[in-house]
């Protein structure tokens, strides 16, 4: 990942909260990922996250909530989105999502 996230990247207070949720069985694990944390700008909803949001519910109503928000502020922002949801994401790219999934790069 520190290949492909420079210094001055942003997650959505959704990712904030799925990170912070998470138990490992490292500990060193907590610290890594508070560390990631504290070095991103945090991105909240907003009147155009939540129309983004909409439109991807109504276009891909399988996909949850948090993941429609994520995707949204991707879009809003013209962010790339990394994570390996291909799933969800891989789809989300037909309304403009830029989309990677570290897990694919060699």
């Given at each position: 990942m520190d290949d492909l996230v420079d210094s001055d990247f942003k997650i959505?207070?959704?990712?904030?909260?799925?990170?912070l949720v998470w138990n490992p069985t490292v500990q060193e694990d907590i610290h890594i990922r508070e560390e990631?944390?504290?070095g991103a700008e945090v991105i909240f909803v907003n009147d155009e996250i939540i129309t983004a949001a909409i439109k991807i519910r109504?276009?891909?109503n399988k996909i949850k909530l948090p993941d429609a928000i994520i995707a949204a502020i991707a879009l809003?922002?013209?962010l790339i989105l990394l994570s390996d949801n291909d799933i969800d994401f891989k789809r989300i790219e037909a309304l403009g999502l830029k989309y990677l999934n570290p897990k694919n790069i060699n």
């Amino acid at each position: 990942m520190d290949d492909l996230v420079d210094s001055d990247f942003k997650i959505s207070f959704i990712t904030k909260i799925e990170l912070l949720v998470w138990n490992p069985t490292v500990q060193e694990d907590i610290h890594i990922r508070e560390e990631f944390i504290n070095g991103a700008e945090v991105i909240f909803v907003n009147d155009e996250i939540i129309t983004a949001a909409i439109k991807i519910r109504k276009t891909f109503n399988k996909i949850k909530l948090p993941d429609a928000i994520i995707a949204a502020i991707a879009l809003v922002y013209g962010l790339i989105l990394l994570s390996d949801n291909d799933i969800d994401f891989k789809r989300i790219e037909a309304l403009g999502l830029k989309y990677l999934n570290p897990k694919n790069i060699n």
